[in-house]
């Protein structure tokens, strides 16, 4: 198996980065993604020159267990919290 590392660039509305990430913090989601299988790395970091953008950090195991986590019940209420903050999303894959 090869690991697969992610880095999500979210823009969010005027001021909203560190509400969304309190939003996603406060659903349980976090915790939720840490007990999956493959689960390696789940990070959220407020950018120091934008307020509004933050970079996510994921590490999976493997490409197939990172796929399986996007089906969770609780991606699905993430997707929900996404649609209140988030203006725009840049997703780029490193295959380790």
Known sequence: MNGLVLLVTYKTKNGMGEKFI????????????QAE??????????SAADPNEILLVEEW???EQQQAHLLTAHM?????IKEKYVTDTAVRKIML
Request: glycine share 10%; aromatic share 14%; hydrophobic share 30%.
């Open 22 to 33: 309190e939003e996603v913090r406060s659903a349980g989601i976090m915790e939720k993604i």
């Open 37 to 46: 299988d493959g689960f390696v790395k789940y990070d959220y970091y407020l």
């Open 61 to 63: 195991s493997s490409e």
């Open 76 to 80: 699905g209420e993430l997707k929900s």
